[in-house]
């Protein structure tokens, strides 16, 4: 929403009505206004629960933590996370049991789960999210490059979904799974906090 006018207090006189009208009909699909992307949302959905979040990665290198990091106040609901890059770390780091990663592979739902209940249970939070996948440029195992696998787990909800994104350069498929797995997480918490 943008208007022309003398100043922007003017501006803003003209806009702020019609983005109130928005986003009373789009209710919780309202990401953020302004510069707001999100993960304001998923900090403030966070802080109206007063949850806490961790986060672990594989394929997005950190990129998700480094997105939610960006928040002003996220120490107070940002725990931290791991990179699991290597897939011997998410034994390691992540606490994924030997057994899932050698029956569904390291880049499997069943591994993302594992990863976020890892994580969640490592530094105590309310909530995680994890994410793996194929950045490529060559396939894993029968995974082609662009399959990203995400994972939420938070008190009375764990869900898991694969996405398969469209074959694009290795920094552009960890931008889109960064972005999947924050949406992922966002719509996740908004079903929690529904009455």
Known sequence: VAARAADAAAAHAR???????????????????DDEDVEHAVARLL??????LAVAESVTAGGIGARLA???GASTWFAGGVIT?????????????????GIHGPVSEP?????ADGIR??????????????????TQGDRPVGTVCLAV???????????ELPPRSRAEVQHFAVAAALEFLRRR??????P
């Open 121 to 138: 249970r490592r530094l105590g939070t309310d909530a995680a999210v994890a994410v793996v996948g194929v950045a490529g440029p060559t």
């Open 111 to 115: 591994t993302a789960r594992a990863m």
């Open 85 to 101: 890059y290597a897939t011997a770390a998410k034994g390691r780091l992540a606490d994924v049991p030997d057994d899932v990663l």
């Open 15 to 33: 806009v702020d009505p019609v983005v109130d009208e928005i986003v009373a009909l789009l209710g919780r699909a309202v990401v953020g206004l």
């Open 47 to 52: 802080i109206d629960r007063g949850w806490t």
């Open 189 to 194: 918490l908004v079903r929690a906090a529904a």
């Open 153 to 163: 787990t938070m008190p009375g909800l764990d869900d898991s979904r694969t996405i």
């Open 70 to 72: 960006v928040v002003p």
